[in-house]
């Protein structure tokens, strides 16, 4: 069974074709600039195969998906012979709210419910939808297409955990608490943690941490999401890439009077300009920091201390909330990647036993425990894999499994 997994922003498109007897990416790339231009990457893993990597004309999503079969199925750059091979598609949509906690075939019900979400995800629902009617109009109403949501993941928080403190009706009229996302990775590399351990999911307590240009960190019992520092939306929790994290609402009252900005640019700085870049005035980019640090410039170094501090003191409370931890897992840009981040982190796990083996905090790119074997509660890097779950979803429903 071979499916596409797709990934639709409001200007881009990512996908890859994923073989399911093998697990394996057959193809995968990047439609860019849709709209306003266009540019496709199109790499094959399979055979021989050279990477296609123009600009080309992508006026509308139904475009890139049009270019990206041809692609596919092209005797240059092509890994199936056509478009029939393609069993099924998995689409990655960002916001389901309420109304899903695990992953469904789309018909025109979802469709529906998919839209009624978009209130909480202005940007990436439509995108998402957009790219579903994409897909329709290019491949036809035959092939089976699923709706993999980032929040699913999230729905069995309990609800002390993920009501806001604030009148009760706004819970109940508007819909208004934590949703949390980044559910797809946290819950693969949490499925991968026990997999590793040989131990049953459901017998383990786990705190993952996905670390990259957005981050959050989700606390895992028994195999089900229990708390997540995201909130109604992904600006919540750790300071990030460029987002501010967590932020007393009455600084937002004096910077706005003070520089006379409405809410929209109020919340532009909190997105875009803030986080470890607002900080340091140097770059979002962890590997900048790090370098910038490290010739001794103290803003760079104070966001980089801030990150580690609020990475570790939101993993602690999760560990209250769980009544302890059997792992600590790392994951995405910069907790994949970052060793010095994760031993900045770790640094404050003393009282948790854990350990850190240096020369294991060096490997990158592969499944990793980076404790020492003697830790007593254990640390791995885990190199997340959201298409391989949003795959394996779709497969499943497909297949009525
Ligand atoms: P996104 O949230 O956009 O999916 P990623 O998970 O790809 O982001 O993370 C991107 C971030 O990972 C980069 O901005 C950079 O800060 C960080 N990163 C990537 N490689 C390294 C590295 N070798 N060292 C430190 N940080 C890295």
Redesign the pocket.
Known sequence: MKILVINAGSSSLKYQLIDMETESVMAKGLCERIGIGGHLKHTPLVGDKPVYNEDINLPTHAEAIAAVIDKLTSAEYGVVGSMKEIDAVGHRVVHGGEKFACSVLIDNAVMEAIAQCTPFAPLHNPANITGILACREVMGNDVPMVAVFDTAFHQTMPKKAYMYALPYDYYQEDGIRRYGFHGTSHKYVTARCAEIMGKPIEELKLVSCHL???SSICAVANGKSVDTSMGFTPLAGLPM?TRSGDLDPGAMQFIMNKHHLAIDEMLNVLNKKSGVDGVSGVS????DL?SAAGEGNERARLALDMFAYWVAKTAGSYVTAMNGTDAIIFT???GE??GDTRKAICDYFGYLGVTIDAEANKKRGEDVMISTPDSKVKVFVIPTNEELVIARDTRDIVCGK
Do not use: I, L, P, Y
């Open positions: 990259g240009n957005g890439g979002s980019d962890f590997r790090d995405a840009g910069v990647n970052s």
